[in-house]
C-alpha cells in the first residue's frame, strides 16, 4: 500500500517494536483506525530483535538502587564489567548518569521498584489475555524465572527487594540451593556454588521478536495498516494549537506525510533525539546490550527454567531450539558494533556453567539499544506541549515485560482523551 494514503487514521504509531505493536494491538481492539510506521522491512527488527526473552516481574529492582554507585566505580576499567560507561561529549549522556545517581538513592529505587512491579503484573496479565485470546506462539515458557545468587551479601539483600515485590503482587518464593536443584537440574554439577535463589513461578520467557511478528499479523488482520521502510523524519506541527498535525516520512519511493488525529511515539533509543527539537525532553539513553544464542537439538544440558545470573547480570531464556544468554551493558551512545570480548565473556560464563547446553561454536552473536531511562520507569502518557501526541516509550532492560501492559494503558489514556503529561 502506498505510505501516501490519503486516509486519516484515529492514531499513527511510530515504531514497530514490542512496544509500538503491543500499542497498537490495543488501539485496534479498542475499536481505533491504526497506522504503524516504521523505517525496518517488518516488525522487531532493532531492540525487539533477540532480547533475554525474559518477562520478568521479579526483575523489577532497577539499575539504580542503592548498591550501584559503588559496583559502578569497581566496573568503571574493567572491559568485561556487567555495566560499562564509555564516556562521550555529549551532554545528553552526563546529564542521564548525574539523574541515575539520584535514582540511586534508597526511597526513590524503593519508589521505582513498586511503580514497575506494578505495571510488570498488569503487563503479564495482558499478554495471558492475548495469548489466550489470539492463540499466538512464541517460544512462550511458563516455569517461572530463577534468580541465583554466588555471593551470599547479595543474595541476603535480594530479600528486601522480594519483601518489597511480593507487597505489590509478584510471588517470590527464596530457596536454597537443593530447591534450586529440583525446579532446575541443570545445575546439579554446580550446585556447590550457589548460596541460593528467588524463584518468581508466575513469570515467563519467550521469543520477543517471534510475538511481535506475530501480533502484528494478528494487528494487520484486524484492519491496522503497517507502513514499513519509512523513516520518519519530523512533525508538523502547529505550536498555537498544541497539536501534531501530520508526521513527515522518507520512504524509497521519495517523501510523504501520514494524518492522525492522535500519535504515539515509540521509537526506542531514538524517541529522546526525534523529540528535541519540538521542545519535547525525554531522558532516554541507549544502553547497549549483548545476546549469544547457543542452537541445540536433542538431548542437551541446557537450563528450561529461565535463569537470572546475579553475579554477572546475565539472563537466561530456554527458546526451545536454542539457549539465549543476554546481559551487560554500555553506555556509549548508539554504536551498534560488536564488540568481540564482551560476546567471547558471556560465551565463556555460559560454557562454565552448562557445559553441555549446545553447540557453542555455532552461536551467533547480536547487540541492542535498550531505551533506558535513570528509574527504569518508562514513559507511558501525553506530552504538554501537543495534546494529541503521546509517548510510550523509555522501557530499559524490561520492554518486553512491560509491552503488553503499556501498550494497553496509552490505549486506555487515548480511548479516554486524557492521561498524565509525561514530558
Ligand atoms: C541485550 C538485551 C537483552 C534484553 N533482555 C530483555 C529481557 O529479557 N526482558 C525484557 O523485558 N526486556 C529485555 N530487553 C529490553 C527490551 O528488548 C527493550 O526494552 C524493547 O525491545 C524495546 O522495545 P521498543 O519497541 O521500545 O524498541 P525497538 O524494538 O527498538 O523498536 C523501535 C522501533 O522504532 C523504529 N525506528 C526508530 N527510529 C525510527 C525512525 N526515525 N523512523 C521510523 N522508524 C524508526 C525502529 O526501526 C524500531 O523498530 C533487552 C534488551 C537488550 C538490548
Redesign the pocket.
Known amino acids: 500500500m502506498s505510505p501516501f494514503t490519503s486516509k486519516n487514521f484515529d492514531v499513527v504509531v511510530?515504531?514497530?517494536?514490542?512496544?509500538?505493536v503491543s500499542a497498537a494491538y490495543w488501539l485496534a481492539r479498542s475499536g481505533k483506525s491504526v497506522c504503524v510506521?516504521?523505517?525496518?522491512p517488518d516488525a522487531?527488527?532493532?531492540?525487539?530483535f533477540a532480547?533475554?526473552?525474559?518477562?520478568?516481574a521479579s526483575h523489577a529492582e532497577p539499575w539504580a538502587n542503592p548498591s550501584a554507585p559503588s559496583k559502578v566505580l569497581k566496573w568503571l576499567f574493567d572491559d568485561d564489567a556487567p555495566l560499562l560507561f564509555r564516556p562521550k561529549l555529549d551532554v545528553h549522556q552526563w546529564m542521564w548518569i548525574a539523574r541515575f545517581l539520584v535514582e540511586c538513592l534508597p526511597q526513590r529505587a524503593d519508589r521505582n521498584t513498586a511503580e514497575i512491579v506494578k505495571l510488570a503484573v498488569e503487563s503479564r496479565t495482558r499478554l495471558r489475555e492475548i495469548r489466550a485470546r489470539e492463540g499466538i506462539h512464541y517460544d512462550e515458557r511458563t516455569k517461572g524465572i530463577l534468580h541465583f545468587y554466588r555471593d551470599r551479601d547479595e543474595f541476603e539483600s535480594a530479600r528486601h527487594a522480594a519483601e518489597l515485590m511480593k507487597k505489590y503482587g509478584c510471588e517470590l518464593r527464596i530457596v536454597d540451593a537443593d530447591e534450586v536443584v529440583k525446579i532446575e537440574p541443570a545445575f546439579e554439577e554446580k550446585k556447590r556454588e550457589i548460596v541460593g535463589a528467588t524463584y518468581s513461578i508466575d513469570d515467563e520467557s519467550g521469543d520477543?521478536k517471534k510475538f511481535t511478528q506475530a501480533l502484528a499479523a494478528v494487528c494487520g488482520r484486524m484492519g491496522v495498516v503497517f507502513l514499513y521502510g519509512?523513516?520518519?523524519v519530523a512533525f508538523d506541527a502547529d505550536c498555537e494549537a498544541s497539536n501534531v498535525r501530520s508526521v513527515e516520512l522518507r520512504t524509497p519511493q521519495g517523501y510523504g506525510s501520514i494524518k492522525a488525529r492522535d500519535v504515539v511515539v515509540?521509537?526506542?533509543?531514538?524517541s529522546a533525539p526525534?523529540l528535541r527539537p519540538y521542545g519535547i525532553s525525554l531522558a532516554v539513553y541507549p544502553a547497549k546490550?549483548?545476546?549469544v544464542t547457543i542452537p541445540f537439538n536433542g538431548a542437551n544440558g541446557a537450563p528450561a527454567v529461565s535463569l537470572t545470573d546475579d553475579q554477572y547480570k546475565l539472563?537466561y531464556?530456554n527458546l526451545g531450539d536454542s539457549l539465549r544468554v543476554?546481559?551487560t551493558a554500555e553506555l556509549a551512545g548508539y554504536d551498534l558494533a560488536l564488540n568481540h570480548s564482551r560476546c567471547q565473556a558471556i560465551l565463556r560464563n555460559v560454557q562454565a556453567l552448562f557445559p553441555r547446553a549446545g553447540k557453542f561454536e555455532a552461536a551467533s552473536f547480536w547487540a541492542?539499544?535498550?531505551?533506558a531511562t535513570p528509574s527504569n520507569i518508562p514513559y507511558v502518557g501525553r506530552t504538554r506541549r501537543y495534546r494529541n501526541l503521546w509517548i510510550n516509550?523509555g522501557?530499559?532492560?524490561?520492554?518486553?515485560?512491560?509491552a503488553a501492559g503499556s501498550g494497553k494503558r496509552i490505549a486506555d489514556m487515548i480511548g479516554a482523551g486524557e492521561g498524565a503529561d509525561v514530558a
Open positions: 511510530l515504531g514497530a517494536g514490542v512496544i509500538g510506521v516504521d523505517r525496518q522487531a527488527l532493532e531492540t525487539s532480547n533475554g526473552g525474559q518477562i520478568s520477543a519509512a523513516q520518519v515509540s521509537l526506542g533509543s531514538y526525534f546490550g549483548y545476546s539472563v531464556s543476554a546481559g541492542g539499544l535498550r531505551p516509550t522501557h530499559g532492560t524490561l520492554g518486553w515485560t512491560l
